[in-house]
Structures are given as structure tokens and as C-alpha cells.
């Protein structure tokens, strides 16, 4: 159900967009549709969205949002994100709440995760 005002989806940059579909759905299982050659969208993933292809891809550094994941398990969302061609940001640290990491896709967008279950 849409909210009034309320957040509803996100857009991000991306080089390569088979690059990101192969990521997004090793890691965490997502299936995107193709809206010509130019736009994916994945849907039913917490928030909708999509890739837009760009030669500029962003990361949080240049004042892009930054979209956080919730795992039950830090450890194995980590390890499928290196095995997927991601790159570990910031490693894992403490914060009230709990533990998180930030980390980059294959295009450089940069996002975290967290977990309330422990490192």
C-alpha cells in the first residue's frame, strides 16, 4: 500500500546493468524486470526500485542516499557479497543497536547492512 509522503522507491546509477542484476540476485536473491536496455526494476525487497544505466555512478562520498539492508547473519550477507564481486567498505563496527558493515556493488554504489543479532 502506497503512503502519502512516505518513501516508495529508490533509483541508483549503474555502469553495467547485467553486472548489477547478477549481484543483487546472488546476494540476496532478487529478480529484477527489464525496462528496455536502460532501466531494471526489483520490487517486494523491503523497498521498490531500480538501476538506471549512468557512466557516473555514485557513492554516499558524492551525496547519494544510502541504502541500508537488514541480515540475521553478518557474517554469511558478507561473505556471499565478496563472492558476488562487492567490496567491504567498512568493516564491521558496533553501534548502538547493533552491527554493521558498509560495503560497494560491482558499479561502486555504496550501501551497509546491519543486524541486531550480533557480529
Sequence with gaps: MNKHEKINYVELPAKDLQVTKTFFTKV???SFSDYGT???AFSNEGLDGGFYKSDLSSSTTKGSA???FYSNDLKTTQSKIIEAAGTILIPTF???GGHRFHFS???GNEFAVWSDKGA
Design 38 to 40: 536502460e532501466y531494471i
Design 28 to 30: 540476496f536473491g532478487w
Design 66 to 68: 544510502l541504502i541500508v
Design 105 to 107: 556493488d560491482p558499479n
Design 94 to 96: 558496533k553501534f548502538p
